[in-house]
């Protein structure tokens, strides 16, 4: 009975299974169940071991008390104790189950004796500073549900015990982690010229662009590129039109869990999103698509080509992007580079230096080993890394 897995036996009750409700009956009070259990086993042993001794002492005399004291003991440990509750233990529904049968009707049968019995034994306990009438908790925290899912084993194929994990991982990661920083951030700005906007627009491997007048910090607007026919006209771009056109901005704090923004996306039908700091200033962008791929993986229809940023080589180590965000090299080469800072290589790097290197320098990180290979204003473009024992 307690070796009952809870979590399959709430599901049996569910599909209305008649063993499982009886035993979860039986466990709604296990202090009231272990309390008949004991008394039908206790009785029984006592029982035996008084018709042993008696049958023992007329066979053997005095000495039969030591025989039998032996021999019962042995047959009560393998028999009675150690056989039944391996078994019971290995298979328990097919031992509980039926078990529920007989345990329920001796309940009610010796529900007087029992009563008595669990007041003696919870007022010893409350003596001893222990609360027998707590509720035991069997909520699951995160970590507990993501090995659960883990164990799954082939009851839940593999790729989907990955988003499995990866959506219990959206309350760990913030949408800053994922973005698109600010100075990749491919849009229109009203400033330029009508032939660099067109241009713009018809080179665009994205459906939504952000538009912004004079600076990235002032976006103004996003233009879907399902509406490019209603911008354009005989004389070439219809500028009133691109404003017309433009749906209001959606800004996002860059802290925002990515379960919170997912809901977000959801709720007010937005499907892109403007990153700001505490300042106002415009730090990235983040689709929901981005999130969609921390569940299910890269699209294979994403039309962006993918920038590589890591390369390996022959010797062991590899040459990674400084702009490569550190979450993806842990996820690629299955490292556990510091990620509570820093989002970027570049970063990471500038941040453990304190300052600016003058020329190419080497560094350890952890476990890592890491040479700037090269170094343009102040922003790290190539490294080499590897296992700093490599």
Known sequence: MMALNRYRLKHLQNQHHRGASRAARLLQRPDRLIGLILIGNNLVNILA??????????LWGDAGII???????????????????????????AIAFPASLVLLPLLKLLYPLVWLMNIVTNGLLRVLGVDPSREIDENLSRDELRTLVLEAGGLIPARRRHMIVNILHLEEVSVNDIMVPRNEVYGIDLDDSDADILRC??????????VWREDINNIVGVLHLRNLSKIIDKQGLDRAALEREMEPPYFIPESTPLSTQLLNFQKKKHRLAVLVD??????????????????????????????????????????????ANIREINKTLHW???TNGPKT?????????????????????GHYRLEILELKGNVVQAVRAQLASA
């Open 49 to 58: 071991s008084a018709i042993a001794t008696v049958i023992a002492i007329r």
């Open 67 to 93: 025989i039998a004291t032996i021999s019962l003991t042995l047959v009560i440990l393998v028999f009675a104790e150690i056989t039944p509750k391996t078994i019971a233990a290995l298979h328990p529904e």
């Open 201 to 210: 627009v018809q080179s665009s491997c994205h459906t939504r662009l952000p």
């Open 278 to 323: 505490e300042y106002g200033e415009v730090m990235g962008l983040v689709a929901l698509e981005d999130i969609l791929e921390e569940i299910v993986g890269e699209f294979t229809s994403n039309l962006t080509a993918t920038q590589e940023n890591i390369f390996s080589q022959r010797d062991g180590s590899y040459i990674i992007a400084g702009t």
């Open 336 to 338: 556990s580079l510091p």
């Open 345 to 365: 290589l570049s970063g990471l790097i500038l941040e453990t230096l304190e300052s600016f290197p003058d020329a190419n320098v080497g560094l350890t990180i």
